[in-house]
Each structure stands twice: as structure tokens, then as C-alpha cells.
């Protein structure tokens, strides 16, 4: 696949497929660098998927799953956004000059000559080579998928991280307290605008996702909570053992690595 130029996005069927991802990262406030540290995939080819270069990443089979562990980090569907990727490259080459179709027609033709003219027992030994590597390849990237299917935890703190419990808005009647346990912390977090926010309660993440406008949610913990990303500060709303915390940030504001313990409690800005 060659590098997509300008003209190209021109004259392709809506915008640029990496742009749109793109702006749907930096809605979130996610960085390049988390989404390779959660997915384990170059920062390079990220790059890449948002320039919309095709001729850097690898073959398609593999940047298709580049996309799907991409969209599922920041919170889009990555069946769709597969969808996307195949529109917007038969878009492009829709509009390929006839000379770069007839150029690629010319390579396929000298490539056909060339293998025509490996001896038979090389073509069985590469068939062989296939046969085993092609299965290894396809069960790494699916094990790969299911131990990153929930962006930025680690499996094994799946059984071994502190408790921490989140109670399904419709179980929590608006309004009314929570009775807790002696000691312990709840968090009350009301969004009245759409904003994005990764929460972790005692060293465990406990919410990465977009957060509707008018979506209320309460988490408890018994030591503290760390509010490692809020995309929209001015748009959530947080009370902590009753107690109304001011705002965090104005609208559209990214704020970063908050915590939240007793000691907050006794902060005389909490009302």
C-alpha cells in the first residue's frame, strides 16, 4: 500500500480515517503513549494509523488488529471502526491513477515469473513454513486480545487487588446516602456533561470510559481513590462520603492524577 497523499484524503468519501480517530484520542485526553504501553503495539504504528500511512504499518491482516485494540483502549467500537479502515482504503484506491494500477499489474506479473521459476521443492518448504507459523501468529495476537480486553489492567490484579465494588446507577436511587462500612470510602460521581474518566480505588482500576451526560455512579475503597484522567473536568460532578467536592477543573479541562482520601474530608473546601 503506498503512502496516501493529500489529494488522495481529497478526493476520498468523508474525512481521513486517522484524523477522525485522532480527535476521538484527544477528546479523552488518552496519549499515544498509554495506548502502546496498555496494547503492547509500536508508538510508531500508532502514529502511523492516525497519518493515515499505510505504506509504514505492516500487512493488512495485522494493522486491522492495530485498529480494534486502538478503538477498544479510548472506548469506540472496533468493529466499526474496522469498517471505517476498509471504506476509506477502497476509497483510496478507487481513485489510484490507471499508471500506479497498471505499474502494480507489471510488479504481479514479475513476481508470478518469479515464482514460476522456484524449484518445486522450495515452493513445499515454504507451504510447510506457513502451514505452522500462520496458526502460532493468529493464536498470539488472540491471547494478546484477551489479556487486553480491559485496557490498562494487569490480569493478575484481577484476583489479587484490594476489593473494590462499583454499584450500578439504577440500584442507587438519586438523592439518597448509601449506608458504608465503618472506615470505608464512597465516591459519588454525576456527570453533567459527556467527559471521560479512568478511576482507580486502592491501586485497582475500577472505570475506564466515557461518562455520559446525566450517568451517575458510586465506587467504594478503603484507603483512597486516584482519578488518573478526567477529559472533561467541569463536566463531573464528585461527592465523597456525602460531601460535595468542588470542581476538579473547568469545562473541557484534562486534569491528571488526583487523589482522593480522608484527608480530603477535612479539606475545608469540601461542603
Not at 500500500?1 to 477528546?27: N, Y
Not at 506479473?109 to 502451514?131: C, F, G, N, S
Request: no cysteine.
Amino acid at each position: 500500500m503506498r503512502l496516501v497523499t493529500p489529494d488522495d484524503r481529497e478526493h476520498s468519501e468523508g474525512s481521513s480515517f486517522g484524523d477522525e480517530l485522532r480527535k476521538q484520542r484527544e477528546i479523552r485526553g488518552i496519549s499515544l503513549r498509554e495506548i502502546a504501553d496498555s496494547t503492547k503495539i509500536s508508538t510508531r504504528f500508532l502514529e502511523a494509523i492516525e497519518r493515515d500511512d499505510f505504506e509504514t504499518l505492516p500487512a493488512a491482516v495485522f494493522t486491522r488488529g492495530f485498529i480494534r485494540e486502538y478503538a477498544r483502549y479510548v472506548g469506540l467500537d472496533p468493529g466499526e471502526q474496522v469498517d471505517r479502515y476498509e471504506h476509506f482504503i477502497q476509497a483510496i484506491e478507487e481513485v489510484e491513477a490507471p499508471e500506479i494500477r497498471a505499474a502494480a499489474k507489471q510488479e504481479a506479473i514479475r513476481r508470478d515469473k518469479l515464482a514460476a521459476a522456484i524449484p518445486q521443492h522450495r515452493i513445499r518448504r515454504v507451504v510447510v513454513i506457513a502451514v505452522i507459523l500462520v496458526p502460532l501468529i493468529l493464536g498470539f495476537f488472540w491471547l494478546r486480545r484477551q489479556f487486553s480486553s480491559s485496557p490498562g489492567v494487569d490480569p493478575a490484579a484481577v484476583t489479587t487487588a484490594p476489593v473494590a465494588t462499583r454499584t450500578t446507577p439504577e440500584r442507587v436511587p438519586p438523592g439518597e446516602a448509601v449506608p458504608s462500612e465503618s472506615g470505608e470510602l464512597r465516591l459519588v460521581v454525576e456527570a453533567t456533561e459527556d467527559s471521560w474518566l479512568v478511576l482507580h480505588a486502592d491501586g485497582s482500576q475500577v472505570h475506564s470510559d466515557v461518562v455520559r451526560a446525566g450517568q451517575r455512579m458510586e465506587f467504594t475503597a478503603r484507603e483512597q481513590f486516584e482519578l488518573k484522567s478526567i477529559g472533561n473536568a467541569g463536566g463531573v460532578r464528585l461527592t465523597l462520603n456525602d460531601r460535595t467536592l468542588p470542581p476538579l477543573g473547568r469545562t473541557g479541562q484534562v486534569v491528571r492524577d488526583h487523589r482522593l482520601d480522608r484527608n480530603t474530608l477535612s479539606s475545608p473546601e469540601a461542603q
